[in-house]
């Protein structure tokens, strides 16, 4: 018993979101080791971050010490001084990266580094961590351009809950994207101004948007094809019943560094159609569809694909997907990280 306590490391787990993904990691880690939550609460303006970092700061100055290893999830403003602690101290620090922190479109105002500012702090963390872990090759790509030197991993994302194994599928005409929308950018980011176009060309079929806050857009959306259901933000586990259901998943983004909706979809043998963008095609493999921003192009694969369904099997993607996005493969990959700091 001994022996196993001491092989347990203090760990700061730093993080400005409680997404599923981010408590996926947590879980992990504290499952494993003596783990400390600090949320860095993420708000706009430099002078109310810059209260957050004086914060994080005393706290690092008051306890830091004590902590083995600075676990951050995103490179940015609440990262740069744990892996700036780390250094001087001879600590261990890692960093996660997950998209938007290697990120620019500027036309959508998207990514860290349309912000000089922010992006030093970035580039910075990403510089100084003892680790870097990304999520995809497509991450990974951009994360070995900014921090060259710095020590690299490729672990990538996963499914962030569990699924019956034994879930009965019951498909129906439906085709299916999910994404949290919520505003302009967020809304031609995710490509649902292609969805909608793709669902005017094809009135005889279902399509489900899950995620947009139809309150702030649906005035927006105009006069939608009467073949589209909205449906706002549901729990996690509430998006089985449409993954069950849908036939096609959908992701027209613009940018997406992993899709994790898009590997869920697939577990419950959604076929998925995706745009070349980002770690998506990472994701789909062979089981899916590449396609153009083209609405026309994607109908024509839509309605065939629907008609004919074919290969793959929705057993193949299934198995596609649990044999890359497992947590159980994360958390090994994650694990074994650790145990070399």
């Known amino acids: ?13 730093v993080y400005t979101s409680f997404s599923s993904f981010v408590k996926n990691d947590y879980d992990t880690l504290n499952s494993n080791h003596l783990v400390t939550k600090y949320h860095f609460a993420p708000v706009k303006g430099i002078l109310r971050n810059a209260i957050e970092i004086f914060k994080q700061l005393y706290y690092l100055l008051v306890h830091g010490r004590k902590y083995d290893i600075f676990f951050c999830w995103f490179s940015d403003y609440h990262s740069f001084l744990p892996v700036l602690f780390a250094k ?12 938007y922190d290697v990120c620019r479109i500027r036309k959508l105002n998207y990514g860290a580094f349309c912000s000089s500012f922010r992006g030093w702090f970035c580039a910075k963390s990403m510089q100084l961590a003892s680790w870097i872990l990304t999520v995809s090759n497509h991450v990974d790509r951009k994360a070995k351009a900014i921090a060259p030197r710095t020590n690299r991993k490729m672990i990538y994302n996963c499914m962030t809950f569990d699924f019956p194994e034994d879930s009965v599928l019951i498909k129906t005409d439906t085709i299916l994207t999910v994404g949290l929308i919520n505003n302009d950018r967020t809304f031609y980011l995710k490509g649902i101004d292609t969805f909608i176009e793709v669902a005017r060309l094809l009135p005889e079929f279902r399509f489900e948007i ?3 806050n139809q309150s702030n857009l649906i005035a927006k959306l105009g006069n939608l094809p009467s073949n589209i259901l909205l449906h706002e933000k549901v729990k996690p ?42 770690g998506m095609p990472e994701v789909i493999g062979k089981v899916g569809k590449l396609v153009d921003r083209d609405p026309l192009q994607i109908a024509n694969f839509i309605r065939e694909r629907i008609l004919r369904d074919g290969d793959p099997s929705e057993n193949e993607i299934r198995n596609h997907v649990t044999g890359l996005f497992s947590k159980g493969k994360r958390e ?6 650790i145990k070399t700091l």
């Open 332 to 337: 090994a990959s994650l694990l074994d990280i």
């Open 237 to 278: 586990e509430e998006l089985i019943a449409f993954y069950r259901k849908s036939k096609i998943y959908c992701q027209f983004s613009q940018s997406e560094s992993f899709g994790v909706s898009i590997a869920e979809a697939m577990y419950f043998g959604c076929f998925p159609v995706v745009t070349k963008e980002g």
């Open 1 to 13: 018993m001994k022996d196993n306590e001491e092989k347990r490391k203090s760990i700061l787990f």
């Open 88 to 99: 001087i101290t001879g600590k261990k620090s890692i960093v996660i990266i997950g998209g």
């Open 210 to 212: 899950v995620g947009i």
